[in-house]
């Protein structure tokens, strides 16, 4: 446990992904099966040990520990886990440090009524920092911000494999993945996927820069403003994975019942918004959705998810990824049919007569789901990953408001030095000036370096790491789209909004009005 | 026996010992003063007279611009003291920083100890301190939690070398408080073999030339401000916590952000100061030690100053121990734990 224990501290104060990355590489080349296998799994929230719950450990330390001092120190450390480390009183004597695999075998094999004997004793077994890894192994909640997607790339690189195989075994194998590694290490082939519900890579799109393509070559649709998923039902079961190849399955039960077809569907899960009339809904709507263990019946009732299909990538046990997109959009058509139309709409094909034609229809679409078009090379298969060439998005022109510069903050990483973190508003009726929205990106290094000196040569107030500056500088803000919101006082949020022009010509008092920006709602 | 209660009076702004008018680390000015050791939150200007170890005087000199050598204020070595309105005051080792003392007080037939900040451990930049019997201990509570429990200083140390020799190509800095933290780090650095020259702050400065002056050896130390940032890739570098993750710390080369702190215990605490390698080393006592000190002294009474009192309460309630706490104000618990 104490290499794991370590890694996990490492990864804690460690804020830079590619140090992240190049820690995980290490634990992995290093740690032999099945150790590692449990480690990542924990590290990516892949394992659960239903008998042993928050409730189980704070039991536990009741018959150690003064109730009450566990309580003020529970408040001071914010977390459980954490607090039960610390508190938990050192077994005399030697400690022998169980690995991972020892402590996964006996958590697994945990009953409800004998989880408090078996947590105690591995406990015992462990100092301060190994008791903290085995709780957040055992509860979850590891907040080390090690994703999915970032595990596969590390176990990408320490075996020096293509990441697209990676991505394509990993759900196919649970935990501790014995056959990955084997296969990483060149110990054996790589393993059969027959039957199973794997996650296929997504092919992505690069923006585009120049509008100089052959249309006659490309297929247009509308680029929605939802979340990219892929639906793939294998071996008698139905998963959702989303862009980052997480599963999401259990966050939309209701798409998991309706695809009952063996097929792999790839396409943007929106929700039905009743203001829309039954059409998608903007993105604001869909996020009421989104990072949820659990759904409420409420929850479907009010914002009912539904998939917007645009690519089959296989179907009844055939991988059509080799296919031109012309040929997997005929078999798209012709699959449709075989899905609740409840659950399942096909994206259309954009009629455009030429790229002046498109151009004109992108323009005026002002559809809260429509976030612009997408172009997609006919003769193209479906490959993993950007590729030059075969997929183009070309997004909405963003709207832009010019706003007042109210708080900033220091950012992270390489930005710690630098106040990079800019919240910033626009004037109500009253001549008030309310927050609408916050934004770390757009500008240049030197402009960074400008604004920086701004924040600190106008500084009113500080509030911990925030600082309140004198509200004198505008700033051209650029978003996608904007939404009512009932979090922020000016009733606004903005969709990724970024600094497009520091406006050092433009007197504060003519920023723009909140009205203004009320108008731009979608 | 006198009833403590008639002689000495906690107050928000200090301990106030009546039949001699003086006030133990008032946090206002006031005419006579007695003062445990240096730091801001103990030690301020403005008094009439203040009564403290030599060290603790010339540390009040630096900072604060008192006058060490004007007859009104008087410095007595550990294990002196001064008679005042019949109330004796002797000043005894407390092991916190440079010069840290207890304040014994005996009248009537009464002997009441005030900690200041207080640590057990070994810290080779000051005397050790001393388990003095008393009928009253007021003591401090900091890290009145049992979520404290700091590790082997030498742990830390390794921790921070082996940091060092891990990236050559970076720096180190390490955040440190200007009075006493930072000199501990150098120390128990050299302590632990580091002998290659080590870079402060200016801030930091004066302060290690004093240290120095009474006898504390830091080796070599070069200020940032005169060194070439390459010159710093592979070396430790020491700063006042505030200047961690500011402008200042761009003219090191790529430094990973450390902090010596007790309060680096907590995970969430060490990345809310966006550090990097978190250090346990404080100079306050930490759960076992404010335990243990409560029954190597063995009080009849223990009155808590400031920190987490109510975890310390709570464990003098368990352990049937009379207790109260006192609620001064103006503590900063913060930078320099």
Known sequence: MKRFAALIDRLIYTRSRNSKLALIVDYLKHTPDPDRGWAIAALTESLDFPAVKAGTVRALLATRVDEELFRLSRHFVGDTAETAALLWPDAPGAKDDPSVSQAVDALASASRSDAPAIVASLLDRLDADGRYALLKLALGGMRVGVSARLAKQAFAQAFGVPVDDVEELWHAIPPPYAPLFAWGEGRAERPDLADVAFFRPFMLAHPLAEESID????????????????????????????????????????????????????????????????????????????????????????????????????????????LP?????????????????????????????????????????????????????????????????????????????????????????????????????CWSAEGELLPVGKAYSGFTDEELKWLDKFVRDHTLNRFGPVREVEKSLVLEV????????????????????????????????????????????? | MAKAKTWIEPHPSGIYVKPADVWIDPSRPVERAAVTHGHADHARSGHGSVYATPETLAIMALRYGVDAEASHNAAFPYGEGFERGGVRFSFHPAGHVLGSAQILMEYAGERIVVTGDYKRRADPTCARFEVVPCDIFVTEATFGLPVFRHPPTEDEIAKLIGAVRAEPERSVLVGAYALGKAQRVIA???????????????????????YAIHGVDLGELRLVSETDKAAMAGQ??????????????????????????????????????????????????????????????????????????????????????????????????????
Request: proline share 4%; charged share 30%.
């Open chain 1, 215 to 322: 249309f006659a070559d490309y297929a247009a649709e509308w680029k929605w403003d939802g979340i990219r998923v892929q639906i793939v039902h294998g071996g008698g079961e139905t998963r959702i994975y989303s862009r980052g190849g997480e599963e999401i399955s259990s966050a939309f039960p209701e798409l998991v019942a309706a695809f009952d077809q063996d097929a792999v569907i790839d396409g943007e899960l929106l929700v039905r918004g009743e203001a829309q009339g039954g059409e998608a809904a903007s993105f604001n709507a869909l996020q009421q959705r989104l990072g949820r263990k659990t759904v409420s019946k409420k929850m479907l009732a009010d914002y009912p998810a539904f998939v917007r299909v645009y690519d089959l990538l296989g179907v009844d046990g055939e991988d059509l990824r080799g």
């Open chain 2, 236 to 337: 430790i570098v020491l700063a006042p916590p505030s200047a961690l993750n500011d402008r200042w710390s761009r003219r090191l080369p790529d430094p990973v952000t450390a902090m010596a702190s007790g309060w680096m215990r907590v995970r969430q605490r060490a990345r809310q100061r966006m550090v990097e390698l978190p250090l346990v080393i404080s100079d306050h006592a930490d759960w076992d030690e404010l335990t243990a000190t409560i029954i190597d002294v063995n009080p009849k009474e223990t009155w808590i100053t400031h920190g987490s009192e109510d975890g310390l309460l709570r464990w003098c309630e368990l352990h049937q121990r009379k207790a109260r706490a006192l609620h001064l104000v103006g503590r900063d618990l913060e930078e320099e734990a």
């Open chain 2, 188 to 210: 128990e650095l050299r302590g632990a073999g580091w002998d290659a020259p080590i870079y402060i702050h200016g801030a930091l400065e004066k302060m290690c030339h004093l």
């Open chain 1, 478 to 522: 650029a978003f996608d789209s904007i939404h009512a919101s009932k979090r922020h006082k000016s009733g606004l949020a903005m969709r990724f909004p970024r600094i497009s022009r520091i406006r050092r010509d433009k007197p504060a008092e003519e920023a723009d009005r909140i009205a203004t920006l009320l108008a731009m709602a979608t």
């Open chain 1, 325 to 425: 997109w012309s040929e997997r959009r005929a078999r798209l058509e012709a699959f449709m049919p075989r899905l609740a139309a409840s659950h399942f709409d096909l994206s259309q094909v954009i009629d455009a007569k030429d790229f002046d034609d498109l151009a004109e229809r992108r323009a005026g679409a002002r559809d809260a789901a429509i976030e612009g078009v997408m172009l997609k090379r006919r003769d193209a298969p479906y490959v993993a990953g950007r590729r030059a060439g075969l997929w183009y998005k070309w997004k909405r022109d963003p709207l832009t408001a010019d706003c007042v510069m109210m708080y900033a903050q220091r950012g992270n990483g390489r930005r710690a030095s630098f106040y990079s973190d800019y919240t910033f508003g």
